[in-house]
């Protein structure tokens, strides 16, 4: 439990992550994502329960888990003006590194982040991407065992999104255990081998992302209609034809609804063109993760909660 005055930031959420893996905290801004990791990685108190990383309690054995713990947050924490070989040796050495370990380390680690080329020059030049690598590459200097990113390609284009994927990807395969908050439902699909749903401070939801998507149903009609004038028509008949909850995304044309048998979903479309209401475009498929957060909360992923927990936490 954390508090901030009268937000409750982190409401009696209980975790379980088995090493070797990425587990996932997916949530909109201001859900407790961060300030959950905080707790986690001993840069915050919490006000009551307990938790522990890696056998050690956050509290009572801070020491232990930031030995064992790097933390990657949402912006990062090299030096504009050094280039990434000097920001790599400089926070080896002040890991404890000598002098001769800490440039052989940044070297080792500069190639498969495929910045060798860029090494020499100051990472005010970096792209947003190269910025996010060496980042990740700093909190790889001591090998922990356990990798906290906190939204680690927030602003990234999709390019670079990609690339950092690719990294995580390596991480684990490399032995450590990844805890990876975000707001991107792609994202935690691609990478997390479990994830946790937290929505104002509490887990509504966890498991493997198709235990999730099989939550709400074993399949997904998705509707788009000419424009958002006539979804209001479109989400009575469904609603009358499928009988079940119609889902409203942000997009102001689509919407959708959870469905047991493929064969009513062409009934529901044949009562739309009756109706007069104009489809351009409907798939029938597995739910998707913002189906999944939609059904459970009733809004987006995208949309901030009510918790401001960036706006309390400096």
Not at 48 to 72: F, I, P, Q, W, Y
Not at 269 to 291: C, K, N
């Amino acid at each position: 439990m954390k508090a901030f005055g009268e937000v409750q930031a982190v409401d009696g959420i209980d975790l379980a992550v088995n090493r070797g893996m990425v587990y996932g905290i997916l949530g909109p801004n201001g859900a407790g994502k961060t300030t959950t990791i905080h707790i986690l990685s001993t840069l915050l108190r919490p006000d009551s329960g307990h938790a522990s990383v890696l056998g050690h309690d956050v509290v009572r054995e801070a020491d232990a888990v930031r030995a064992k713990v790097s933390l990657t947050g949402q912006f990062a924490s090299v030096d504009e003006d050094l280039t990434g070989q000097e920001n790599l040796t400089l926070l080896a050495r002040l890991m404890g590194y000598t002098w001769k370990r800490a440039r052989s380390r940044a070297t080792e680690l500069l190639g498969p982040f495929g910045l060798d080329e860029a090494a020499g020059r100051q990472v005010k030049t970096y792209s947003g991407g190269m910025r996010r690598r060496l980042d990740i590459a700093v909190s790889l200097i001591a090998s922990p065992e356990l990798m906290i990113l906190d939204e680690p390609t927030t602003g990234l284009d999709p390019h670079s999104r990609n690339e950092v994927w690719e990294i995580i990807r390596a991480v684990v395969e490399g032995g450590s255990t990844v805890l990876l908050t975000t707001q991107y439902l792609e994202e935690a699909d691609q990478l997390a081998g479990r994830i946790a749903v937290i929505d104002r401070g509490k887990v509504i939801a966890e498991g493997t992302p198709g235990d999730l998507k099989a939550s709400v149903g074993p399949g997904t009609l998705r509707v788009r209609v000419h424009s958002a004038s006539d979804r209001p028509a479109a989400k009575l008949v469904l609603t009358r034809v499928l009988d079940v909850p119609i889902r409203l995304h942000s997009d102001p044309a689509l919407l959708s609804a959870p469905i047991f048998d493929p064969a009513i979903a062409a009934h529901a479309l044949g009562e739309l063109a009756s109706e007069g209401v104009l489809v351009t475009d409907f798939t029938v498929g597995q739910s998707s993760l913002d189906e999944v957060f939609l059904a459970l909360t009733g809004h987006s992923a995208s949309e901030n909660t009510d918790v401001r927990e960036g706006e309390k936490v400096a």
